[in-house]
């Protein structure tokens, strides 16, 4: 019986040292996951300080310009500046006039006989009464007509914010993708306008000269000298457009002390706010890991402070162990088997009373 009790007992303080040994180890965690929280936190004080200090130092740049960090940018040069300006100015004017003619001619257009006869490319594309023929027909045909080109050069303003500055590589790649995919969407929306053309065009000589051509069919677009003119005047055009108003603004950007200064503090800031959220989701993950070691640790301690060995256990135990015995010894022929079984009964009552007592 003695050994019996030992036995769990030996268990029960072995599985006692070693949830002391696990709760240490928690407690040991938890003191270094909290110096980290305290090392983060600091940190985050530090960025939260250095942004105040280059707000401060933006106030300055704007109110004194004469103080401020930058200096002149070697790479600007005054007569490619005003060449750019010159040349943005009047490659606006030709996108103006391009896809103005344009979306008259492929949505508003009524081609006549002799249009059509001349098979003049230059007059399908470049319609010089295209404004007022628009104004003919009606006030929403005409603003159409001048909204048309504002969405192209939209669009190419767009080339100026996607193509990746050299100072930073981390966007690189993402910014490429954005730019391949705008002259994507830009080229198709050049080619539906070409190919509406094509087809206004040869439906309207499909009325006039029925017998002498065939029917429509798509590739008939792709065929025609046309069609590849006004992509050309128009998509290349349009890239162009936007590379000359990327380094015209990007010439005027670095034209004077103050404007490099604005620039690299825009810089700094972006980093900074990034560096400060990155350090906040760490911090919360720190503070996570804590509280989760924090509910280990209880469960241990709770774990710790149950009874080692209940009655009811106790008394399972034993029972299981002299019932095996007295099923021996009954089916033994010894003449004094009862006796042994009474006697063994006897034991055992006096040793879960005594367990008990003690």
Known sequence: MNQILNHHLSQEKEQKEIAIQKLNEFKAQKEQLKKNKEEIEKEVKEKEKKKQELIEERRKIVNEPSKSKGSHDPRFSMPKYVLGIVILVFLTLFLFLFYSNITFSAFFRSFSEAELESGDFFNAIFYPNALGSAKQQSTTTLLLILFAPVIFIALGTLVHELIPNKDDDRKKWKLITKLILL???TFLLDAVLAYKLLREIYEAKMLYFPEALPPWQSSLAFQDLTFWLIIGFGFFVYIIWGFVYHNVLFLYEISSEKKIALRNFNKQMVELDEEIIKLIQKLNRAKNEINNT?????????????????????????????????????????????????????????????????
């Open 183 to 185: 002259l994507l969407f």
């Open 294 to 358: 924090d509910k280990l640790i209880r469960q241990f301690e709770t774990k710790m402070r149950t009874k080692p060995l209940s009655l009811s256990q106790l008394k399972e135990v034993i029972n299981e162990f002299t019932g095996n015995w007295l099923a021996f010894i009954k089916n033994t022929n010894w003449p004094d088997k009862k006796l042994k079984m009474q006697e063994i009964n006897n034991i055992r009552e006096d040793f879960v009373k005594k367990s008990i007592d003690n």
